[in-house]
C-alpha cells in the first residue's frame, strides 16, 4: 500500500449491504469531523477496520490512538496527508481484533446497563434505594 494507492471513496445514502461492503473493502475509514460521539467510527471498527480521525470531540472517546486508529492534529491537508503517511507504516501491525473489542464497549445494551448502574449507585449514595423508596427516616 502507497499513498498513491490510497483512493478515497465518497459515498452517501447507502444501504445497509451496501455499508457493509464499503467497510469490508477499505483499508480504513478518514473521518475528519469534529462531533461529540459520532457513530460511524464505531461501525467502522465493529467491521474490523482502522480509523484515521481528527483528534478531537468524540473520537478521543471512541478511537484508541495506535490501537484502532490514528489522529491527526488539525483539519488541514496537510495535516490529515502526514496521517494517512504514518497510518501506510502503522497498518502492517494493526490488529483488527482490537478495534472489534473496543467497539463492543459501545453495544446499545451495554450502555444501557452501565447507565442503569450509575443511576442506582447515585441513589443509594442520595438516600434512596434502587426500587425509588427513600431509605431516609423522616
Known amino acids: 500500500l ?3 494507492d490510497a483512493l ?4 452517501e445514502n447507502m444501504s445497509l449491504d451496501q455499508l457493509r461492503n464499503a467497510y469490508a473493502r ?4 478518514v473521518f475528519t469531523a469534529k462531533e461529540d460521539f459520532g457513530i460511524v467510527p464505531i461501525e467502522a471498527q465493529a467491521s474490523g477496520r482502522p480509523v484515521i480521525a481528527y483528534g478531537a470531540g468524540g473520537a478521543l472517546e471512541t478511537v484508541r490512538d495506535n490501537e484502532t486508529g490514528l489522529f491527526f492534529p488539525e483539519q488541514t491537508a496537510d ?3 502526514e496521517a494517512v503517511e504514518r497510518f501506510i507504516s502503522w ?3 494493526y490488529n483488527p481484533a482490537k478495534a472489534l473489542a473496543n467497539a463492543q464497549d459501545f453495544r446499545p445494551e451495554l450502555f444501557d446497563e452501565r447507565f442503569r448502574t450509575l443511576v442506582q449507585s447515585s441513589m443509594v449514595q ?3 434505594r434502587p426500587d425509588g423508596v ?3 427516616s423522616s
Open 8 to 11: 478515497p471513496i465518497f459515498a
Open 79 to 81: 495535516s490529515l496527508v
Open 126 to 128: 442520595n438516600g434512596q
Open 91 to 93: 497498518k502492517p501491525h
Open 2 to 4: 502507497s499513498l498513491h
Open 134 to 136: 427513600s431509605t431516609s
Open 26 to 29: 477499505a483499508q480504513a475509514l
